[in-house]
């Protein structure tokens, strides 16, 4: 009964930036841990960033982002957000938004709610 729609993604030049946005509606949903994964072709879906929406200093990001994105989030309109600076041709990818239930997990398969993903793509 979650709804997560991503949108935000497009055609960027290496360097360039992208702002994802994650639309979050249903139960409980404001309580719930969220996160950005990635997927690209051939490969299994990889985590990005995790934030908390009720533990101070919960967010966490992944050794190949940190430092050229951002995490955030409207507590207000449950909408999630990544911003994606410095952005590499390893960036592309299918991004997707989710939501945990409990803990602030790191992990796919400790997520219990996806969006469709919307598609990053960075050229050299």
């Known amino acids: 009964q979650v709804q997560l729609v991503e949108s935000g993604g497009g055609l960027v030049q290496a360097g360039g930036s992208l702002r994802l946005s994650c639309a979050a509606s249903?139960?409980?949903?404001?309580?719930?841990?969220m996160g950005w994964f990635r997927q690209a072709p051939g490969k299994e879906r990889e985590f990005v960033a995790v934030i908390s929406w009720l533990i101070s200093g919960g967010i966490h990001y992944a050794d190949s982002v940190t430092g050229r994105f951002t995490i955030s989030r409207d507590r207000t309109t449950n909408t999630l957000y990544l911003q994606t600076n410095s952005l590499k041709p390893e960036d592309t990818a299918v991004y997707y938004c989710?939501?945990?239930?409990?803990?602030?997990?790191?992990?796919?398969?400790?997520?219990?709610?996806w969006g469709q993903g919307t598609q990053v793509t960075v050229s050299s």
């Open positions: 249903g139960r409980a949903v404001s309580s719930y841990t």
């Open positions: 989710a939501a945990a239930e409990r803990g602030v997990p790191l992990t796919t398969g400790q997520y219990d709610y």
